[in-house]
């Protein structure tokens, strides 16, 4: 059920990674998960993991480190089948117990359901991310197909933050020649502070490859039509598809963050051994 790392990624403080679900119902048009890479032959089929509490209760209580075990590699805990099966929930009751910390990934306000946990959790370490990509909800509709809008995650954060749970948003990708303007990251910057955001984790353009580049320019194709020749113009078979402006919004980021008391990149559980005590532990 948990993946492990050899140690915590230095960009979200991942020491395990758990997928509930194969698939995702939020259909982002960019979305790496479509790469040949992870197998996944139909992203539109969704599997559900059923006998994740207990697999994952087993794994817990085998773990000799204790790291944070993060939600949302893959696909998103908080699609709209969660609703039905609450797989995410009882998982992470099962790590309220063991007295794991955590680290929630998603584009849903779906996770507002779960504060009562997360608030728990949070005594140890609790972080709440929101893939913000745009501020205009009229594209998120666009290129986050199935997930709430921008503004919807914008609220969700405003709830966690008034109720002291550590969040912030994932600002990648940022999709060229549809994102990478001044207008959207001065705006998405407002956003987090107006919204008690602490941290922005960000990446000034995108990945593509293989099944993920067809689907993607299929997608531009029907939504934007004409984009995808100045992609394959300017990238070729890139995997690596920086915004041409990257640095230029860059700096315009740091200095709003500055400005605004927002972290570039956030901080990360800190392991004290496995029997830390009930309050909030120190960052790194």
Known sequence: MLSSH??????????????????????????????????????????????????????????????????????????????????????????????F?????????????????????????????FTITTSSDAISRKVEVGAPVSSKRFAAMKKLSDNGIYTGISMMPILPFIEDTKENIESIVMGVKESGGKYIIPSIGMTLRDRQRDYYYKKLDELFPGLSDRYRKTYGGS????????????SLLVD????????????????????????????V
Not at 19 to 36: K, L, T, V, W
Not at 239 to 250: D, I, R, T
Request: hydrophobic residues 30%; aromatic residues 10%; charged residues 25%.
């Open 239 to 250: 995997y690596s598809c920086e915004c041409p402006n990257a640095g230029e919004l860059y």
């Open 6 to 99: 050899s140690k915590p990624d230095p960009w979200f403080g991942c020491k395990y990674t758990m997928n509930i679900y194969r698939g995702c119902q939020h259909q982002c048009i960019y979305c790496d998960s479509r790469s040949e890479c992870y197998r996944i032959e139909n992203f539109n089929d969704i599997l559900v993991k059923i006998n994740a509490p207990e697999k994952l209760t087993q794994e817990l209580s085998s773990k000799r480190v204790k790291g944070t075990v993060c939600f949302g590699s893959m696909n998103d805990s908080y699609m709209p089948i969660e609703q039905k099966y609450k797989l995410t929930r009882k998982c992470l009751d099962i790590i309220r117990q063991f007295r």
């Open 256 to 283: 709003l963050c500055h400005k605004n008391n927002i972290q570039i990149g956030m901080n990360h559980y800190q392991c004290k051994g496995v029997d830390e005590e009930d309050s909030q532990l120190g960052f």
């Open 101 to 129: 910390p955590i680290h929630l990934m998603t584009k849903s306000d779906l996770v507002l359901r779960d504060l009562d946990i997360i608030k728990e959790i949070s005594k140890v370490y609790a972080a709440v991310t």
